[in-house]
C-alpha cells in the first residue's frame, strides 16, 4: 500500500508559522491514508464516518476533537450519507510544526510558564466534552480572524490541547515500518469489503501469507482475532447509522454485513450493552440534550 499524498501543505515559514482551514469537501475526494510532519487538530463540523489512526480504527461524529500527533498515519473515512445537499463534508483543522510550540515556549515565559513539564503525547487523542466545547469555540470564532488573530487563537489553544485532561487515546503509532504497512493493508481491506464476508484465506492471501501464520500475526499484534476485529468494525459501523440516520435496523444490519437480524441485535445487544433500538434512542436523547 502507497501513502497517500495529502491534500495540504504547511506554507512556507517565511509567511506563516501554522495552517488553519475550514474546509468543505466532496467526500469521494477527501484525503485517504496519510500522514506529515505536523500537529493536527481536527473538528468535525459536518459529517461522521470512520477514523484510522495509527493502529486504531474508531468511527467518529459530529463535534468531535481529535488531536493528531506528527508522523502518525490517519485517514478520516466519511458516510457520503452524511453529507449536505451539495454532497460536502466539513471540519475545521490547524495543523503546526513542532518547532512552532517551541519557539513559543522558548520566547513567551507566558506559554513556558502554562507548558513547563508538558509530556507530548504520541498517540491520538480524542478531547472529552468540556476541551472539546473550548476548542470548538476558538477554532469557530477564528475562522472569521484575520492572521494576527488567528496567532492570537493558536496562543490560546497551545496550552489548551496540551494540558487537557479530559481526552481519551484514539490511536498508537505502529512503530515497525512492515507492521505499518501491513496493518494499514488488513483495515483498508476491511473498510472496502465489511460489507460482504471476509474469510480467513482471503484476508490471508491479500497479505502474503498463509491463513495460520496470520491468525497467529492478528492475535499477537491486535490482541483479538480478525473475526472480532470485523464484528466491531461493523458494530462501529452500524452505530453510526444508528445515530445519524433512519435506516431501520434491519436495513442496517445487511448494510453493515450481517445476513440475520436477529443474530445482529443480538451481537450488538452483546457488545454494545444495548439492543440497536435502544441505542438509537439514546443517541437522539443525547443530541436533544436530555
Not at 506528527?70 to 451539495?86: C, G, I, K, N, R
Request: glycine residues 6%; aromatic residues 12%; contains cysteine.
Amino acid at each position: 500500500m502507497e501513502d497517500v499524498v495529502i491534500p495540504y501543505e504547511l506554507p512556507e515559514k517565511d509567511d506563516h508559522s501554522f495552517f488553519f482551514i475550514d474546509q468543505r469537501v466532496d467526500t469521494r475526494v477527501e484525503a485517504k491514508l496519510h500522514r506529515h510532519d505536523a500537529w493536527e487538530l481536527y473538528y468535525v463540523v459536518r459529517g461522521h464516518g470512520i477514523r484510522m489512526a495509527g493502529d486504531t480504527l474508531q468511527p467518529f461524529a459530529e463535534g468531535d476533537v481529535v488531536l493528531i500527533p506528527p508522523a502518525l498515519y490517519h485517514q478520516w473515512d466519511y458516510d457520503p450519507s452524511s453529507a449536505d445537499v451539495d454532497g460536502r463534508v466539513r471540519y475545521l483543522m490547524v495543523a503546526f510544526s513542532h518547532s512552532l510550540v517551541e519557539n513559543c515556549v522558548a520566547v513567551f515565559p507566558e506559554l513556558r510558564n502554562r507548558l513547563a513539564g508538558v509530556t507530548f503525547p504520541t498517540e491520538a487523542l480524542k478531547f472529552g466534552p468540556e476541551t472539546s466545547r473550548v476548542v470548538r469555540r476558538v477554532l469557530m470564532e477564528m475562522n472569521g480572524m484575520d492572521e494576527l488573530g488567528r496567532l492570537c487563537g493558536m496562543f490560546r489553544l497551545l496550552p489548551i490541547v496540551f494540558t487537557a485532561k479530559d481526552y481519551a487515546s484514539v490511536g498508537k503509532p505502529v512503530r515497525i515500518e512492515r507492521d505499518v504497512r501491513r496493518m494499514q493493508q488488513i483495515s483498508a481491506y476491511v473498510m472496502a469489503h465489511y460489507v460482504h464476508p471476509i474469510s480467513l484465506d482471503d484476508i490471508a492471501a491479500e497479505v502474503g501469507m498463509n491463513r495460520s501464520a496470520f491468525c497467529s500475526y492478528f492475535k499477537r499484534r491486535k490482541g483479538i482475532t480478525f473475526s472480532r476485529f470485523v464484528t466491531r468494525y461493523r458494530l462501529d459501523t452500524a452505530c453510526g447509522l444508528l445515530a445519524h440516520s433512519r435506516k431501520s435496523v434491519s436495513e442496517i444490519c445487511y448494510l453493515v454485513g450481517f445476513n440475520d437480524v436477529l443474530h445482529f441485535v443480538r451481537v450488538f445487544a452483546k457488545e454494545k450493552g444495548m439492543p440497536p433500538g435502544k441505542y438509537r434512542r439514546k443517541c437522539l436523547a443525547q443530541a436533544r440534550g436530555e
